[in-house]
């Protein structure tokens, strides 16, 4: 099945600095990789996705670049916010008719420091 | 409010004994999915249900199972518990047509003590 590989597990950065998140797939028939961001004791929430046809998508000051070669994407958040502070999960998945089974990373701790 | 309802959201149970966690889906989304989140530790699959039927097992325990009503809601029962059974458990549910990513309810925290 496939496996969602995360870097780092934590990270710290300057409020206004930018983050970036990295994760590797192994299953190359993965076409769904959505990015979730948690607060603490909260639920996931969806913040940006990214389908397999396209290689980058920005929504404001967070962006996903994906590389179907390589089998990995990347979400980067520019100009951090305290309030971008959470654990932040890719996942990868394979659309189909039914529904997708997401398999996540093992998430990442940001932290932006005032 | 996500639309994906869970309940209870909280659950202090002994060890030994079984509980019945709730999820209802958005309304429109047929699959439905239950992840089991840890104390550091990420998003567990366990299991999805797609108009009823078992679609995809994870690493779900023997002593835990589930089910998709005709209504479309779902339950996951958890038996013989044990004190590392304690978690977050999320349900989520998705489109038909699976065109989105899913939207997770806001969890039922369960304390086995």
Redesign the interface.
């Known amino acids: 099945g496939e496996n969602v590989e995360q870097h780092p597990s934590t990270l710290s950065v300057q409020e206004g600095d930018s983050a970036v998140i990295k994760c590797t797939y192994s299953d190359s028939a993965s076409n769904y990789f959505p990015w979730y961001k948690q607060e603490l004791g909260k639920r996931p929430q969806l913040i940006i996705d990214i389908r397999s046809n396209v290689g980058e998508k920005k929504d404001q000051r967070i962006a996903v670049t994906l590389n179907k070669t390589a089998k990995h994407f990347s979400l980067h958040i520019t100009e951090t916010q305290p309030e971008d502070s959470a654990v932040y999960f890719c996942a990868a998945s394979i659309l189909t008719g039914g529904g997708n089974k997401l398999t996540f990373g093992t998430g990442t701790q940001l932290k932006v420091e005032l | 409010d996500?639309g994906v309802t869970q309940t209870p959201k909280h659950l202090i149970t002994a060890t030994g004994q079984r509980v019945t966690l709730r999820c209802s889906p958005r309304s429109g989304d047929?699959?439905v999915?239950w992840y089991q989140q840890s104390l550091d530790q990420?998003?567990q699959?366990l299991i999805?249900y797609?108009?009823g039927e078992e679609?995809?097992k994870?690493n779900i325990l023997e002593r835990f199972s589930a089910q998709q009503f005709p209504d479309l809601h779902s339950e996951l029962n958890l038996s013989s518990l044990e004190l590392g059974d304690s978690a977050l458990y999320?349900c989520a549910s998705?489109?038909?047509?699976?065109?989105?990513?899913?939207?997770?309810?806001?969890?039922t925290r369960l304390t086995v003590v």
């Open positions: 996500s047929l699959s999915y990420g998003l699959f999805q797609y108009n679609r995809a994870g999320f998705s489109v038909e047509t699976g065109l989105y990513g899913y939207t997770f309810g806001s969890g």
